[in-house]
């Protein structure tokens, strides 16, 4: 068999190897510029919906209702929070805005609570969290989980407290949700231009349980709840919001002519619908009704809230859908300069051995 000189192996993988070195860089920098051009964003589809009068309770004690979220149990009764003698009461309100069943919490004394969201444990059993959202300007605050009752029967709730607290300092409350699927709930924070979203644990203990802070919003928050497809729908001082899940863009924006000052908003369990009380005393229940959802929300785009937070960014950072660097075309080209490389340094190397 033919021997190679060795001189020109030597130069052939030589060769080989700076034209890899050189195609690499190139692909890498051609890698860079497709890196760098951002994708082009879905814009917001905005519209306009009218809002349709539902109820106004006539129970004195709810004069000023604080919160409100559809029952899991009980699917046409909406929660909310009143006061009596200066004691928080849950209430089980109708679609008329009848008060069906009122509550107390014995051991909730000397707080004023404005949140309200419910969520099913491990074990399947809905709960409602209830809580004063403003209390974490201090740092932490204290939120209340009582079972949601079985039977439509006034009485008296057995609660269990969990103390929280901001990874940040202080932070007023504008919204307590809930997802459903995860069974993971969610501060939002109230803040004038912007909003932060903390995730609490997703086991709960009797000691100080530390908050997650999982992104920002560029836009503040007033009022929230998940839809039971995974939705976020959140009430601004302006407006009401559509995102595709609690990690995802905004992806509608409905404007309509409800004062959105009132401390009650809701989402209907349907999903097709959210409930927005007006501001001021004996506030009138008026309904809205969100655009037709397209295509399928959170469809398995967005990581789990179980897993590893995001930083706190906004709008959150996705992998880019381009594909490996340079494309297919370029990284099969790439790998073949390489394998070339190799061949050539092994017929250097052979060459050396037979003539050293």
Known sequence: MRAHHPSALAAAGSAAVTLVVLTASAAAAGAQVEGNRAPTPRPAVTSTASATAAFRPA????????????????????????????????????????????????????????????????????????????QGRAGSLTLHRVAEPAALASGALQVKSFRLKYPDGGHLGGALLADPAESRVYIITKDPTAAGVFALPGVLGPQQNALTRLRTLTFPVRGGE?????????????????????????????????????????????????????????????????????????????????????????????????????????????????????????????GRRRHG
């Open 226 to 350: 998940f839809a039971r497809d995974g939705r976020v729908i959140l009430k601004t001082p302006r407006d009401v919001r559509v995102l595709g899940g609690i990690r995802e863009k905004v992806t509608q924006v409905v404007r309509t002519a409800v004062k959105m000052g009132g401390s009650a908003f809701a989402v209907a369990p349907d999903g097709r619908r959210v409930v927005i009380a007006d501001p001021g005393t004996r506030p009138m229940f008026r309904v809205v009704d969100l655009p037709a959802v397209t295509g399928t929300a959170s469809a398995g785009g967005a990581p789990s809230a179980g897993s590893t937070p995001v930083a706190d960014q906004s709008p959150v950072s996705l992998p880019s859908d381009s594909g490996p660097p340079g494309g297919l075309i370029g990284t099969g080209a790439l790998a073949g300069l390489v394998l070339l490389g190799v061949v050539s340094g092994v017929l250097y190397l052979r």
């Open 59 to 134: 129970d004195p004690r709810l004069a000023v209702p604080a919160g409100l979220v559809a029952g899991v149990r009980h699917p046409d009764i909406w929660w909310t929070i009143g006061t009596a003698s200066g004691r928080p009461m849950l209430f089980a309100l109708d679609a008329r805005g009848r008060t069906r069943a009122s509550y107390t919490f014995p051991a909730v004394t000397g707080a004023r609570l404005n949140a309200i969201t419910i969520v099913k444990n491990g074990s399947g059993e809905p709960g409602l969290f209830v809580g004063d959202l403003d």
